[in-house]
């Protein structure tokens, strides 16, 4: 890790993966050679738990086999992708933050390979933590990076030959791609004679019962109904089971999914009915990553579900005792209904926009970020299915595999990791 230099005001993003990678190609192309035109006087510093990057909306399928995907794709060196840039305008720090001080305008991080202690002073700062899923199957955090993550698929591999029941918490995209995945895997390529045909004659094929529990009267409640009832088609076909308008109550035993150990889980759903599964993943809501804000006055910065109140035209997060110059995006930042990557990669242009005008002045209005709320949701199921719509617009189960389920979004991702996605300033 570079030490920073003498009189260089540092812009600091926390966060490595889509939302910070983005932003720090982003300000490198763009803002910092204008505020450095007579002096090196401005650097980024990416701040990440994780020295990788990563294509998270694959795990539903990578958790199975490395086999399915190029590894060297799937997982990228973040330090790498940033060799293109004068060391004097750019840093990583490996490391995990840890606290926040917005007085003091400082950063207290863990470094990830001695856990010794330090602060990093900013001049302006974007949080793009990021979240965290229940399962460790399911992406990175900060307390799971690369090689844990790759421990947890390494378990549940493990156990997969020997299961014979897998119950799958949540009834979202995330919940019916993994559910797809496996019973596809497990019990073979969905076949056209059994597609719409009732689900109990289907059964008599599987060989490893897999069943989705939601709480909702219906799988894939951000598609219309239509949809969703399409995915329950193929979904049967494959001989997955769904229980709707139940939850989870409780697991024994207690925290199961939630590790790496992997064995018979006692379900207990809320209409009394219990499931003995073999393997049992929660796939239900994510959790932001911003603890580093809870230990002061900063946790007033936060939403009741811990994501940073953000301005959501602006992205600036400008609340009471917050300082001037401090953003947040992505899914640690409530500036959007439904975060996601489209919404996350278009806010980028908007923060580096306003960061220019808070940093060199000027009149005009600022730039205004507008969420997509129109219906987008893709959702492979197996390898050669799936339904979705993108900006309102259905799309057939042919062009969800070509989009997605080929390859789960792993054709995209070289741009955006290597910065060549934002070499126009946008």
């Known amino acids: 890790m570079a030490k920073p230099t003498p009189d260089v005001k540092s812009i600091v993003i926390i966060g490595g993966s889509w939302g910070g990678v983005a932003t720090s190609h982003y300000l490198l192309h763009h803002l910092i050679p204008l505020l450095n035109k007579t002096s090196p006087s401005y650097e980024v510093v990416l701040i990440s738990s994780a020295s990788q990057a990563f294509d998270r909306p694959a795990c539903p399928r990578a958790l199975i086999s490395d086999s399915f995907f190029p590894q060297e794709k799937l997982f990228v060196s973040v330090p790498a992708q940033f060799t293109q840039y004068p060391p004097s305008n750019f840093r990583f720090v490996h490391a995990t933050a840890t606290a926040l001080d917005t007085t003091a305008r400082t950063v207290t991080i863990s470094s990830v390979t001695d856990h010794k202690f330090t ?16 399962s460790p199957l399911l992406g ?33 995209p995330t919940g019916v ?13 969905m076949s056209r004679a059994w597609v719409g045909l009732p689900s109990a004659k289907a059964k008599s094929q599987i ?32 001989g997955v089971t769904i229980r709707k308008g139940v939850r989870v109550v409780k697991v024994t035993p207690e925290g199961a999914g939630e590790g790496d150990e992997h064995g018979v889980t006692e379900v207990v759903l809320s209409d009394g009915e219990t499931i003995q599964a073999d393997v049992y993943i929660p796939c239900v809501g994510v959790t932001p990553n911003t603890g580093f804000m809870t230990g002061g006055k900063e946790k007033g910065l936060l939403t009741g579900d811990g994501r940073v109140e953000t301005n959501a035209k602006t992205l600036r997060v400008d609340g009471a005792g917050a300082g001037a110059r401090i953003y947040a995006i992505g899914d640690a930042s409530n500036a959007a209904e439904k975060p996601g990557v489209h919404n996350t990669l ?17 009149e005009g209005a600022d730039r205004e970020f507008e969420e997509d709320k129109r219906e987008t949701q893709l959702v492979p199921i197996g390898k050669s299915k799936g339904v979705g719509a993108m900006k309102g617009w259905w799309l057939p189960s042919l062009l969800v595999w070509a989009l997605k ?10 741009g955006v990791w290597s910065g060549k996605a934002w070499e126009k300033e946008q």
Do not use: C
């Open 119 to 134: 602060t990093i002073p900013f001049h302006a700062l974007v949080i793009a933590t990021g979240a965290t899923a229940p």
């Open 140 to 172: 990175l955090s900060p307390t799971n990076d690369t090689p844990s993550l790759r421990a947890s698929w390494a378990a549940v591999r493990a156990v997969l030959p020997s299961a014979r029941h897998i119950v799958i918490a949540g009834g979202g």
């Open 177 to 189: 791609e993994v559910a797809g995945e496996l019973a596809e895997h497990l019990n073979g390529p």
């Open 207 to 238: 060989k490893v019962q897999i069943t989705i529990v939601t709480a909702s009267k219906r799988i894939l409640p951000g598609l219309r109904e239509s949809l969703s009832e399409k995915a329950e088609v193929y979904l049967a076909a494959l």
């Open 346 to 362: 278009s806010a980028v242009p908007v923060l580096v926009a306003n960061m220019k005008k808070d940093l060199i002045g000027g």
């Open 405 to 414: 389920g080929r390859d789960y979004w792993l054709w995209t991702t070289g």
